[in-house]
């Protein structure tokens, strides 16, 4: 079995202020996180807790204000715009909330897009257990528009998964579904980590999706604190609930 030591990913004392003076929001207070390689983290918290600013910093689409983002060996405070993009675009694999695929490209089109715009030749044989193992192959002509919300996203996680990324993004990559195809998509990502090795970490507000994590990790205020392993949605939801009591005390 491949060891699970090494990380994928690691935010060190990560700060990010948004604004200045008065109004200066602090989105991150100083976070220190480590995501090993080959496993599925969840990151959940409360409404403006510093999910979704944690992950952008995490998979270099935002800069902190201080601290240190590390990707495998990669120290991303020291790359220039140009090496980010690339190191997104070679390293790193997103799902979005809103699927973000190109409505005038096939289903096929988009999943080999990434690759295709990185000039690396599309690994067909990695792209047909993909494709047949996210229950695309029937699907590959048709355009977004004429795919269902669940199947969208699954092309959207199979064009993650085409280039074989470092790490996989996933910001609410549910958001957007009925529980059905949220289970669907969210199997398919526990099987990328299970299957494929892949390395996941999601943003989730549902703790039905986050059961499927190995970890989850527990924002507030910009900070962790907490995390849970092998989670359950009831002790996920049991959980939140705590926060949410521990919040209504002090505000206002
Ligand atoms: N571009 C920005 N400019 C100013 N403040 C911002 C900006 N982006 C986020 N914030 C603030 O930073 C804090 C953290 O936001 P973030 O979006 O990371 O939270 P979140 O946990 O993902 O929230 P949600 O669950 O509602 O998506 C919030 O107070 C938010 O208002």
Redesign the pocket.
């Known amino acids: 079995m491949p060891a699970h030591t090494a990380t994928a990913a690691r935010a060190i004392d990560l700060i990010k202020i948004?604004?200045t003076g008065e109004t200066a929001?602090h989105?991150l207070d100083g976070v220190n996180a480590e995501f090993a390689a080959g496993e599925f983290t969840a990151i959940m918290?409360p409404?403006?807790?510093?999910?979704?600013?944690?992950m952008h910093c995490l998979a270099g689409l935002d800069t902190a204000t201080s601290g240190a983002v590390v990707l495998g060996d990669t120290d991303l405070t020291d790359l220039s715009d140009k090496q980010m993009t690339q190191l997104r675009r070679d390293r790193i694999g997103f799902v979005f909330q809103a699927f973000n695929l190109v409505p005038t490209l096939t289903a096929l089109e988009n999943i080999t897009l990434p690759v295709d715009i990185a000039g690396r030749k599309v690994d067909r044989e990695w792209l047909d257990t993909v494709v047949t193992r996210l229950g695309l192959g029937d699907r590959l002509d048709h355009r977004p528009g004429e795919l269902s919300g669940g199947q969208q996203q699954r092309v959207a996680c199979a064009r993650a998964l085409a280039g074989r990324p470092d790490i996989i993004f996933g910001d609410e990559p549910t958001g957007n579904l009925d529980s059905r195809s949220s289970g669907e998509v969210m199997s398919i990502l526990r099987a990328a980590v299970d299957e494929f090795g892949q390395t996941v970490v999601i943003?989730t507000?549902d703790p039905r999706a986050a059961s499927y994590a190995d970890r989850v990790v527990f924002?507030a205020d910009g900070r962790i604190v907490d995390e849970m392993r092998d989670p359950t949605a009831e002790s996920v939801l049991d959980r939140m609930k705590q926060f949410d009591a521990v919040a209504v005390p002090t505000a206002k």
């Not at 807790?49 to 944690?54: D, E």
Request: aromatic content about 6%.
């Open positions: 948004y604004g929001v989105a918290g409404s403006g807790s510093g999910k979704s600013t944690l943003v507000h924002l």
